[in-house]
């Protein structure tokens, strides 16, 4: 695919912390740059086969928004970390650095990428040459908690959520349409 890109410069964007909002405020800036017709590419590291709402909203951008999960349907839990897991993870890591580099989207977001460093399911050697990699014209934006000190040192922007208060620890259940 070659396209029209409508950025002339792209910098790289980290979104991490133990707070809610990570794949949130990602979303969010997806949402803005379809409002300027931007193409984007998310790649959601860790998250398969599990219904989200954005995927629903993904579809009604079809000509300009691909969200895809890579990753099984149960949750991955540090420490208990498989090596189906680090197979997917990896064989994602090489398509995103395809993604990546094609030069084809004007934003490219890869939600959890840094659970799947701290999880040790993919090589944060091979993650940092995907950033230098970037086309000067390709926004990259890398969610997820416990990022890699060399990962905040690539970036333009990191954006650190941090947890104050929040309803789950008072029993309050995730509800479809808010946390999925």
Request: glycine share 8%; hydrophobic share 40%.
């Amino acid at each position: 695919m070659t396209t029209q890109h409508k950025l002339t410069k792209g910098l790289f964007q980290v979104y991490t912390g133990n707070g809610k909002g990570k794949t949130t405020a990602s979303l969010g800036l997806v949402f803005r740059a379809l409002g300027h017709g931007l193409r984007i590419h998310v790649m959601q590291f860790m998250k398969g086969q599990t219904v989200y709402g954005e995927l629903e909203s993904a579809k009604m951008f079809a000509d300009k928004l691909t969200i895809e999960q890579v990753g099984s349907a149960r949750f991955v839990k540090a420490g208990k970390q498989t090596s189906t897991d680090r197979e997917m993870a990896q064989t994602a890591l090489v398509r995103a650095h395809a993604l990546v580099s094609s030069g084809d989207y004007d934003l490219v977001v890869l939600d959890e990428l840094n659970c799947a460093v701290d999880f040790d399911l993919v090589a944060l050697d091979d993650v940092k040459e995907l950033i230098r990699s970037k086309p000067e014209h390709t926004e990259l934006v890398i969610t997820g908690r416990n990022v890699h000190p060399d990962i905040v040192e690539l970036a333009d922007l990191v954006t650190e959520m941090r947890e104050i208060k929040h309803y789950f620890n008072a029993g309050q259940a995730a509800r479809v349409g808010i946390e999925s």
